[in-house]
T-cell receptor, first 114, second 114 residues
């Protein structure tokens, strides 16, 4: 079945550092890929997504590129801020399997220190 | 997109009692889900709430413990029955407009069982 593997956390960075959170997936077809973010005390919200190979999703300075050859969707940001401290979830959703439901990774907690 | 509200936002309950959580969506959506998220941990899907029929439960979750209603396409309830401290968690409602689409989450209900 479908699965998503994220790099283990927690991740602690200083402000303005470069961020990478790795995400790899297994899927039987051609999934859409997502990054969701959960700020403290809130539900998850979409950060960015990509729907086909080589697409780049971007939002709020974050980027991720859909790499079919490596089945990866790594999240990057060039310069993190304290306000980026949150839990980040990689996810996929595939039309043809799992009744179209999304599959989530375990989440990576990011803490950015001033 | 979809905007989701949940009630209550938090509650503290006694062992052996039950709590019903409400989820209201601002648009009609077929796919609706209930998740549990324990502090610092990943999401665990409890069930898919089906309009007009019984919910579809994931492995490890049963209707007697987590009865779900879905009377229409904009509303659902999840009841946590005969609670124990192990049920202390955040319960999240979410919707997905279609297969392969973004999921939209409610703000969550933080439950503490004493």
């Amino acid at each position: 079945g479908d699965s998503v593997t994220q790099m283990e956390g927690p991740v602690t960075l200083s402000e303005e550092a470069f961020l990478t959170i790795n995400c790899t997936y297994t899927a039987t077809g051609y999934p859409s890929l997502f990054w969701y973010v959960q700020y403290p005390g809130e539900g998850l919200q979409l950060l960015l997504k990509a729907t086909k190979a080589d697409d780049k999703g971007s939002n709020k300075g974050f980027e991720a590129t859909y790499r079919k050859e490596t089945t990866s969707f790594h999240l990057e940001k060039g310069s993190v801020q304290v306000s980026d401290s949150a839990v980040y979830f990689c996810a996929l959703s595939e039309i043809a399997t799992n009744a179209g439901k999304s599959t989530f990774g375990d989440g990576t907690t990011l803490t950015v220190k001033p | 997109s979809a905007v989701i509200s949940q009630k209550p936002s938090r509650d503290i309950c006694q062992r052996g009692t039950s709590l019903t959580i409400q989820c209201q969506v601002d648009s009609q959506v077929t796919m609706m889900f209930w998740y549990r998220q324990q502090p610092g941990q990943s999401l665990t899907l409890i069930a898919t709430a089906n309009q007009g029929s019984e919910a579809t439960y994931e492995s490890g979750f049963v209707i007697d413990k987590f009865p779900i209603s879905r009377p229409n396409l904009t509303f659902s309830t999840l009841t946590v029955s005969n609670m124990s401290p192990e049920d202390s968690s955040i319960y999240l409602c979410s919707v997905q407009p279609g297969y392969g689409d973004t999921q939209y989450f409610g703000p969550g209900t933080r439950l503490t069982v004493l």
